[in-house]
């Protein structure tokens, strides 16, 4: 009986691994010789010339209209660059527009807390970190830009009602005219148009920029009054006491503080330590965010505000009292008042510093860090 020679049949997946996924038979050729070896033949070139060109597009995002944001491996991104981007493309050039569009409607509408931040900003010393908060906000939205693309979907709902409580505050801002209640409705108005174009997961990311521009709303008049006047009477009181133990006499009344040769000193209501308070806050909450540690942490770093602006406010009305009583008034008053004041910022930075220190030093002794597992062992 005569034999046949059988020729050994290859299976689908060594077939699909060998050819590159790619069908045999009658039309087609293959690029691989005997060996396993790649030809490079005109196909593959074009072929490998459409995926690298694929891999260089920007993402596309799965519906359609939708902007495409940066993705992790293009960390070099940014805002800025990015809008300019999108402003060159037809598909995202509406969306970028109309984004800007209704940031200008809810400027125009809010026109009168506008020009209210400029005046507090420009006549109150307290306020005067104001012209830097809406920069910084702006540094916040751009590091949370760099984290990657963003699912923008589910906030049409939740960005018309915060919409909807903006103009409500704004309409109860012509009955009651308080401006505080207006400067409030501005920022929620911004981040209902952040929920209505971007949806919630961009309102989640974007939030902290949006909150940090509450450090650039003035107070009212009232509720600061009740906030300072408790202020001015402890730092006097810590001062004297302070100025005493230390062979000072000082006689305190309320806010006056008398000391030997008809010196009197008055602690007034702009050294209060609310200046300091307020840089302080907003500077611990942008330290606060910065930092990769947990929650607590966070916490403990924006709570450290309170004690460190009264500390350097004390000390500071202790070294006036200093100057006036062994050197002479005049260097307690005016220009040198004023770079007294910016010692004690540069004092309270360096309050800080030492506070976040310690911080550090309780945190690796709550969490230490684990240690690396053995070598294994042959």
Known sequence: MATMPITPVQSPQEGSEATGNAPNGPGFKDDLTTSGERVDSPDNRASQALKQEGSARPPLSAVAGEPAHATSADSSLDLHTYLLKALSDPQQRNWVIGTLGCLLLLCKVFEVNLSHFVYAWTTDE?????????????????????????????????????????????????????????????????????????????????????????????????????????????????????????????????NMMSLPGGIQMFVAEACSGMRQLTGFLALTAAVAYLSQRPAWYRLAVVASAIPIAITANVTRIILTGYIMYFVDRQYASGTYHTLEGLLMMGFGLGLLSLGRTALDQLATLVSPTPASPPPAVA
């Open 126 to 254: 307290n306020y005067s970190h104001g012209f830097l908060v809406p920069f910084i906000s702006l540094y916040f939205a751009n590091q949370a830009f760099k984290r990657g693309p963003l699912a923008m979907r589910g906030g049409l709902v939740l960005g018309f009602c915060l919409l909807a409580v903006s103009l409500f505050g704004r309409l109860v801002m012509v009955l009651l005219p308080i401006p505080f209640f207006g400067d409030l409705a501005f920022l929620v108005g911004i981040a209902g148009i952040c929920s209505l174009i971007g949806g919630q997961e961009a309102l989640k990311r974007y939030g902290f920029a949006i909150f940090f521009l509450i450090f650039m709303v003035p107070l009212p008049i009232a509720l600061y009054t009740k906030i300072a006047s408790p202020l001015q009477l402890l730092a006097s009181q810590i001062a004297t006491m302070a100025l005493n133990a230390t062979g000072v006499p000082v006689l305190c009344e309320g």
